[in-house]
């Protein structure tokens, strides 16, 4: 660069840093050992993906390896969206990590709706509402909010939920949806299922869907390990429902380490996602 302008090295490393902090120039560390080719071509292949995004698998914690995936998926997901997609966002650490990993460099007039309401005792940066509004305001878009309870008491409640208009409004405008991002949560046994069940679901609704033989949920929407929905919580839930999935042009599942196998596996014998991060 020094050679081809007629200036010192210094003065380019100088004229770099002021374009970065200026937010003319940007750089991106790309990690050599992310692309795992062949893995990526035998996940499409045998599963039938749109796509399939792979990143190396030994890290040094969980959370290293959140915020890797959601990295990985935050590039995917900036890459792939196109001006007028309406985007249906999950809750999760995933999420959390891909939505706050959002470069924000292309500026779309997109929408983005939760997918389900909100989780008691759930941080709110991980909850849909909050997840949908932080993509937007990246992205340059809107979004819409849900606010009502993802899991109800009864099936009463929900349909007295889904009478208040504001509510049907959202509900209504899944069915618009273009995109949709979402993370795969796994059930390995009881003592594993507290993770996942503990700040939401009370001790005889975990019971009974270990009973049922669930493996694994999107959305607080579970399933078996052929990827079969399991009854428990289907007419209480304020959410997308397993079903709609699949016909959503692309859903993106977001999931990564050794105990979620079993879950992603059933997630995609469902049917339920056609791009794996």
């Not at 890459?79 to 007028?84: C, D, I, Q, V």
């Not at 909100?118 to 909050?130: K, S, T």
């Not at 959305?219 to 959503?248: M, N, S, W």
Request: glycine fraction near 12%.
């Amino acid at each position: 660069i020094a050679k081809t302008l007629g200036v010192s090295r210094s003065q380019v490393s100088r004229l770099l840093t002021q374009a970065q902090q200026e937010g003319i120039v940007h750089i991106t560390i790309v990690d050599p050992f992310s692309g795992q080719a062949q893995l990526k071509e035998a996940l499409t292949k045998t599963f039938g993906l749109a796509d399939a995004i792979v990143v190396a698998g030994a890290m040094p914690s969980e959370e290293m390896r959140r915020k890797r995936i959601g990295q990985a998926a935050a590039r995917y997901l900036e890459a792939t969206l196109s001006e007028g997609d309406r985007i249906g966002i999950g809750s999760g650490r995933t999420l959390y990590a891909l939505a706050t990993s959002l470069s924000g460099h292309r500026r779309l007039q997109v929408q983005v709706l939760p997918l389900l309401g909100g989780l008691g005792r759930v941080p709110a940066c991980f909850q849909a509402n909050e997840l949908a509004r932080t993509v937007a305001e990246t992205l340059g878009g809107s979004w819409r909010v849900l606010y009502v309870p993802a899991v109800l008491e009864n099936p009463a409640a929900l349909g007295a939920m889904l009478a208040h208009d504001h509510v049907q409004a959202v509900v209504d405008s899944w069915s618009e949806l273009t995109v949709a991002v979402v993370c795969i949560g796994h059930v390995l046994s009881p003592s594993g299922a507290q993770t996942l069940f503990a700040d939401f679901l009370d001790g005889d609704t975990q019971r009974r869907l270990l009973e049922q033989g669930a493996a694994g949920g999107i959305c607080v929407r579970y399933f078996d390990t052929l990827g079969k929905a399991c009854p428990e919580l289907a007419d209480r839930v304020v959410g997308l429902a397993l079903t709609q999935f699949r016909h959503i042009p692309r859903v993106i599942g977001v999931a990564g380490g050794p105990e979620k196998v079993g879950a992603i596996l059933a997630a995609l014998r469902g049917g339920y996602v056609n791009v794996l991060v």
